[in-house]
Structures are given as structure tokens and as C-alpha cells.
């Protein structure tokens, strides 16, 4: 069983950002938190990971409680092509994510 | 620089018929993996391999062989193919179990067993 957990759907107005939470509250001290997307059923697209500090790239920003047990992912400015099935994974190595069913974005118009 | 690349993208295949789905890679990655994707769900791990020569199961390799016999290429094969494999896989590779570094995935095949 996948070790997050994330609500099934949120909606988003394009240009605001998109805030998707992930509890992994049995996370140990040396997994990572990662991110990928899926588009319409292409296949998954990194976004972001991390460990305990937060961090940002092009695409989103990663925060992390101080407790590691939860984490929240920024899309800054959301646009209708974000609209996707966003994942949280937490783990050691990127060879065997463990995927749940993740967040279903629909950013509006 | 191609990425991960999987063929066929589509394959119908009767019960009991064998294939194998073809995964490459030009990225020199270490890792290998094959997941598969049933309709409203996650993608799940059916096998892994660390580099060549070594593979591992997932969650759920019942019904598959893997080989890696060459860092670029990771097949995976379906012994006797059953209505319960119809799904849509996903390859996909990254650079080394010690670098937490992204996983780049292909386009999938979408496999139907009638």
C-alpha cells in the first residue's frame, strides 16, 4: 500500500496557485518526499523532490514540515495545461516509487 | 537523446499468446523499472533492475520475466498473457540508487488480452 495520502480531487482557478497537500506521517529518516504528475494518461513527470529543507525549481515548490510528516506542493501560477493526476511518494530510491492513486488537479478557466 | 523509449505503443494479444514489451534508454541510467497501470489507479512496481545482469521483483510480478543483459535495454515479457494483464505499462529509468534524482518514464504500452 502506497505509505501518502492525498485528497482525491481539488480545483484550482488558472493563474492562482494550486496548494496539494500529502500526509506521510510513517515517513523514515532517510525516505524522500517526491512528486511526479500524470497527463492524460501519459506517462509520469517528475516535478520535485525532497528530503527535509524546502525547495523550489521552474516547474513548483516543495514545503516540508518541520516534522516531516507532511508536505505540501506550490504550483505558483496555475495554468490550464497543470490540469493532471498529481502524485506524492515518499521513498529512498527513484527505482521503486510506490505510487497511490494521487490528487486529480482541474484547474478552471 | 531520445529518453525512454517503449514499443509497441498498442497490443491486443489472446489469452494464453507470450510477448514481450521492449523498453530503451540512451540516458546510460543504471535503473530500470516496469510498471503497470490499471484504469482509476496508480501505477504499480512489477519489476526493477539495479543495473546489468541484476533484476528484483515488485509489487506485483506474478506473470512476467525481466532480463538485463545491457545497460539500455530492459524487456519485459508476459509468459501466458490472461485478461487480468490487460493494462497500460510503463517503463522507466533513472540514474543510480544512490542519487535521488528524477525517474524518466516512456509513453506506455497499452496492452489488451482478450
Known amino acids: 500500500d502506497a505509505k501518502t495520502t492525498q485528497p482525491t480531487s481539488m480545483d484550482c482557478a488558472e493563474g492562482r496557485a494550486a496548494n496539494l497537500p500529502c500526509n506521510h506521517s510513517?515517513?523514515?529518516?532517510?525516505?524522500?518526499v517526491y512528486w511526479y504528475r500524470q497527463i492524460h494518461s501519459q506517462g509520469p513527470q517528475y516535478i520535485i523532490h525532497?528530503?527535509?529543507n524546502n525547495e523550489t525549481n521552474e516547474m513548483a515548490s516543495l514545503i516540508i514540515t518541520e516534522d516531516r510528516k507532511s508536505s505540501t506542493l506550490i504550483l505558483p501560477h496555475a495554468t490550464l495545461r497543470d490540469t493532471a493526476v498529481y502524485y506524492c511518494?515518499?521513498?529512498?530510491?527513484?527505482?521503486?516509487?510506490?505510487f497511490g492513486t494521487g490528487t486529480l488537479l482541474a484547474v478552471q478557466p | 537523446n531520445a529518453g525512454v523509449t517503449q514499443t509497441p505503443k498498442f497490443q491486443v494479444l489472446k489469452t494464453g499468446q507470450s510477448m514481450t514489451l521492449q523498453c530503451a534508454q540512451d540516458?546510460?541510467?543504471?535503473?530500470m523499472s516496469w510498471y503497470r497501470q490499471d484504469p482509476g489507479m496508480g501505477l504499480r512496481l512489477i519489476h526493477y533492475?539495479?543495473?546489468?545482469?541484476?533484476?528484483d521483483q515488485g509489487e506485483v510480478p506474478n506473470g512476467y520475466n525481466v532480463s538485463r543483459s545491457t545497460t539500455e535495454d530492459f524487456p519485459l515479457r508476459l509468459l501466458s498473457a490472461a485478461p487480468s494483464q490487460t493494462s497500460v505499462y510503463f517503463c522507466?529509468?533513472?540514474?543510480?540508487?544512490?542519487?535521488?534524482?528524477?525517474?524518466?518514464f516512456g509513453q506506455g504500452t497499452r496492452l489488451t488480452v482478450v
Open positions: 540516458m546510460n541510467h543504471e535503473y
Open positions: 525532497g528530503l527535509k
Open positions: 533492475s539495479v543495473g546489468a545482469g541484476i533484476t
Open positions: 510513517t515517513i523514515s529518516g532517510n525516505e524522500y
Open positions: 511518494i515518499t521513498g529512498g530510491a527513484t527505482n521503486k516509487l510506490i
Open positions: 522507466a529509468s533513472s540514474y543510480s540508487r544512490y542519487s535521488h534524482t528524477e525517474a524518466f
